[in-house]
C-alpha cells in the first residue's frame, strides 16, 4: 500500500515556475514507477511525465517540449515535478501516481496508487 501526498502547487505568472512534490509512504516506494498527469476543466486526465524506479528512464508527453522535469529521491520517498515557462495552457490539477513493478508506462490505467492532486494555475 502506498499514499500520495501532492503540493507546491498555486498561482503564477506566464513564464514562472513551480516545483511539484509528492510524498509516498510505504516501504516499497523504491520499486515503484512513478507519474504526474494533470485534469483540466473539463478535460479528461492526461499524461505530463514518468520515471523509472531507479530515476534512469524518464518520459515526457510531447507537450512539456522540454520545459518539465521530473526527478525522484528514493531516500525520502518523494518524487518532483519542476516545471518552467509555464502557459496558461498548464493550468490544471497535477496528480502523482505509483505503479508497481518500476517501469514507466503513459497509461494510466496501469498506476495503481493515485494522490489527491495540487492544483497549479497560471495566469497570462
Known amino acids: 500500500q502506498v499514499q500520495l501526498v501532492e503540493s507546491g502547487g498555486g498561482l503564477v505568472q506566464a513564464g514562472g515556475s513551480l516545483r511539484l512534490s509528492c510524498a509516498a509512504s510505504?516501504?516499497?516506494?523504491?520499486?515503484?514507477?512513478m507519474g504526474w498527469f494533470r485534469q483540466a476543466p473539463g478535460k479528461q486526465r492526461e499524461f505530463v511525465a514518468a520515471?523509472?524506479?531507479?530515476?534512469?528512464?524518464?518520459d515526457y508527453a510531447d507537450f512539456v517540449n522540454g520545459r518539465f522535469a521530473i526527478s525522484r529521491d528514493n531516500a525520502k520517498k518523494t518524487v518532483y515535478l519542476q516545471m518552467n515557462s509555464l502557459k496558461p495552457e498548464d493550468t490544471a490539477v497535477y496528480y502523482c501516481?505509483?505503479?508497481?513493478?518500476?517501469?514507466?508506462?503513459?497509461?494510466?490505467?496501469?498506476?495503481?496508487?493515485w494522490g489527491q492532486g495540487t492544483q497549479v494555475t497560471v495566469s497570462s
Open positions: 520515471i523509472s524506479w531507479s530515476g534512469g528512464s524518464t
Open positions: 501516481a505509483a505503479r508497481p513493478g518500476g517501469y514507466i508506462i503513459r497509461n494510466q490505467g496501469g498506476y495503481d496508487y
Open positions: 510505504g516501504r516499497t516506494f523504491s520499486s515503484y514507477a
